[in-house]
Nanobody, 114 residues
């Protein structure tokens, strides 16, 4: 399974960005897809995840601001980020968990200026 992310960039605080991640190499719907972020000097942390049954999970820091969704037919996951804050600045990584294996995308930089 290969994951290709897009949609990162530079935005001002309270602005919005939408990240996309397309998975290829699997003929079946991937069990769990999600987004993690990693700020400089910090550990990689879960932002949001979604199962093939559309069950979602969010970090407390993004609840009410970010929305994760997916297109099972295309094995694509999206992260709509609204009301962005400077502390959301990080590299965002797409994650897929499928048949006991974890896959990562290459990461996309999100920078929120104050």
């Amino acid at each position: 399974v290969q994951l290709v992310e897009s949609g990162g960039g530079l935005v001002q605080a309270v602005g919005s960005l939408r990240l996309s991640c397309a998975a290829s190499g699997s003929a079946f719907s991937i069990n769990v897809m999600g987004w993690y972020h990693q700020a400089p000097g910090k550990q990689r942390e879960l932002v949001a995840s979604i199962t093939s049954a559309d069950t979602t999970n969010y970090a407390e820091s993004v609840k009410g601001r970010f929305t994760i969704s997916r297109d099972n037919a295309e094995n694509t996951v999206f992260l709509q980020m609204n009301s962005l804050k400077p502390e959301d600045t990080a590299v965002y990584y797409c994650n897929a968990q499928h048949i006991g294996v974890i896959y990562w995308g290459q990461g996309t930089q999100v920078t929120v200026s104050s």
